[in-house]
């Protein structure tokens, strides 16, 4: 059985959300969509603190996240410490997300990539586990709250 994954858009992306959720499932994930249902106009944040609060929770160990480009969604997941959202195009970017920045959270443009390379991405996002090493350090300066001060 493969992974609990939560999958939300604004209205610009719930077609695309659609697809995603069958290949998910197909692909054997436990698929918790968050919304919306309908293509009437809703904000992006609202959707994009949903995965936020799923994945933080541990109510799902990933997420997909989807609007119109990709940015707005992406910019509202990533206000929770505890998530990295990374916005890709192309499957080499959701890999690198995941080997180099333990991503937890994947972000599509649904105006600007069409459903084979989502679900490439998607693919390539769930299939590469974290590299860790050295990139454990910089991960842990992500979460933490001063991560701006000068290196040691």
């Known amino acids: 059985m493969g992974e609990r994954i939560v999958i939300a858009s604004d209205h610009a992306a719930v077609e695309m959300k659609a697809m995603l959720v069958v290949h998910l499932q197909a692909g054997g994930h436990d698929v918790v969509d968050l919304g919306p249902g309908g293509i ?3 904000d992006y944040p609202d959707y994009g603190y949903k995965i936020a609060e799923a994945v933080a929770s541990g109510e799902a160990s990933r997420g997909v ?3 119109g480009s990709g940015i707005g969604i992406s910019i509202s997941v990533n ?6 959202c990374a916005l890709v195009s192309e499957p080499l970017s959701a890999r690198l997300a ?3 920045n333990d991503a937890n959270v994947v972000a599509l443009g649904a105006r600007l990539i ?3 390379m989502a679900k490439a991405c998607v ?3 769930l299939d590469t586990p974290f590299g860790g ?4 350090r910089r991960v842990d300066k992500l979460s933490n709250p001063h991560f ?3 290196p040691a």
């Open 65 to 67: 996240a989807l609007c």
């Open 40 to 42: 009437d106009s809703v």
């Open 98 to 100: 995941r080997e180099h």
């Open 114 to 116: 069409g459903p084979e």
């Open 148 to 150: 701006a001060k000068e």
């Open 79 to 84: 206000r929770h410490p505890a998530c990295r």
């Open 123 to 125: 693919d390539a996002f």
């Open 133 to 136: 090493g050295r990139h454990q």
